[in-house]
């Protein structure tokens, strides 16, 4: 018997910007080498410390799941953010043990409301442009004459920004060529079909959701281009490789840092002060996979909120990495089940019982130079009808990143991890 498939894309978070997370929400300064704060002070809407939790939360085991992944080698990349995003907003529509089951993989703690309007707050905030250039932007592309839910429709629009277009999915071509349009305009030209149009049915697509978001970050302390140089980066084989490395040395510069008997913790902040890359340097000895099957965000906060002031010599590898990853299977290992087959629960998208997500697509950008940073992601949600199957410190440190290491993009005032990534062999060319 043959029966609807319905097939909605979510394609969430696009990200430029900065590579690496934002450093997570400070509690008050304990001490005075603390470097001051001139963050503006945000309202207090749900539970700001349970949300950075849940994106940070699902930003660990994410990527702990990607690298862990023998199909993904060589460096890694991807947006916690981008991801949590266009999950929440499939959440929206979830009910019952579908929507439990996304509450706990996505860490979120809030009661609806407190929810909703924290990521409206977010929305908001990313698009504050004063001292950088951060933007984010949804939509909702609806098949002409396709019925959503108005309560659904009004809680995209009212917390994430996302108005509704119509578009005509009986011709795949144009469909995708506006909705992808759409993306580039959002991310510089740096997302590029993000929905081919052979992921359009023409009778079956009823929905693709779009997130975008736009970050390009310039180096409070930039790297002279002049100090450049080629130098040794060893690799997890142990084999070396000579890559072009940017050097911040014999300078009275001062910034945030901190230890632990494994890791160098460092980082670099961006014009604006909001956003910073924060590096996780694995000492001599230590493993990095080692590093990422253990690390945790309560750790992680515990970092940032150690660090103080240092003057430090710096070499860090210039790079750029685009990858892509499917990470339904992720999601369904961390707990994930009934959004993925017959027993998922979407009824508050469209009012019945008709969805189940197929298919989670990802893909990012990043670009690391002596100006700054640049990076992208985006995330797709392909939903079809239930019928189918589916110790003592130094007063000077060095921080030679010459073999492989963590980082983030770290959003300061909500402490969302907005990018994490692992660089192996800084040399290998975006595909």
């Known amino acids: 018997m043959k029966t609807k498939i319905l097939i909605v894309i979510l394609s969430a978070a696009i990200i430029i910007g900065s590579a690496v997370m934002i450093p997570i929400l400070m509690d008050e300064e304990t001490t005075e080498e603390k470097k001051s704060s001139d963050e503006p002070i945000y309202p207090s809407l749900g539970n700001i410390t349970s949300f950075d939790d849940a994106v940070n939360h699902l930003a660990f085991n994410m990527f702990r799941k990607i690298v862990n992944d023998p199909q993904n080698s060589g460096n890694c990349f991807y947006s916690p953010y981008s991801i949590f995003t266009a999950l929440a907003m499939c959440y929206e529509g979830a009910e019952g043990n579908t929507a439990v089951e996304m509450k706990n993989v996505l860490g979120i703690e809030q009661d609806n409301e407190s929810f909703q309007n924290y990521m409206k707050a977010l929305y908001e905030y990313l698009n504050i442009n004063e001292e950088y250039n951060i933007s984010t932007a949804n939509a909702l592309w609806p098949d002409v004459g396709f019925n959503l839910l108005q309560e659904f429709t009004d809680t995209i629009e009212t917390y994430y920004g996302g108005k ?11 469909a995708a060529e506006i909705i992808n349009t759409w993306v580039e305009e ?13 992921a359009i049915d023409p009778v079956w697509t009823k929905l693709i959701l779009t997130n975008a978001i736009y970050f390009k970050g310039v180096w409070q302390i930039q790297f002279d281009e002049e100090n450049t140089t080629e130098r040794e980066f060893t690799l997890p084989d ?14 009275d510069d001062e910034f945030n840092y901190t230890e632990t008997d494994d890791l160098q ?53 210039k790079y750029k990495v685009e990858t892509s990853y499917g990470v339904a299977d992720y999601l369904i290992a961390l707990g994930m089940n009934d959004a993925f087959n017959e027993n998922a629960d979407f009824s508050g998208i469209t009012g019945g019982r008709d969805l189940f997500i197929s298919k989670v697509l990802h893909k990012a950008y990043v670009e690391v130079n002596e100006e700054g940073t640049e990076a992208a992601a985006a995330t797709a949600v392909v939903m079809y009808a239930t019928s189918a199957d589916p110790n003592q410190e130094p007063s000077r440190i060095t921080f030679d990143c010459d073999h492989p290491f963590i980082f983030t993009l770290h959003h300061k005032a909500t402490g969302t991890l907005l990018f994490m990534g692992e660089i192996t062999d800084p040399s290998e060319s975006a595909s």
């Open 186 to 198: 959002q991310t510089n030209n740096l997302i590029k079909d993000l929905v081919p149009a052979s």
């Open 265 to 317: 913790i460092l980082e670099l902040p961006y014009t604006g002060g909001d956003i910073s890359m924060i590096i996780l340097l694995p000492k001599e000895g230590v493993e990095i996979n080692d590093v990422i099957n253990s690390i945790t965000k309560e750790e992680y906060k515990e970092w940032i909120d150690e660090m103080t002031l240092k003057e430090a010599d710096i070499y860090l590898s």
């Open 238 to 251: 142990g084999s070396t490789k000579q890559v072009d490395t940017m050097k911040l040395v014999d300078t």
């Open 164 to 174: 509704a277009t119509e578009v005509e999915y009986g011709n795949p071509t144009e």
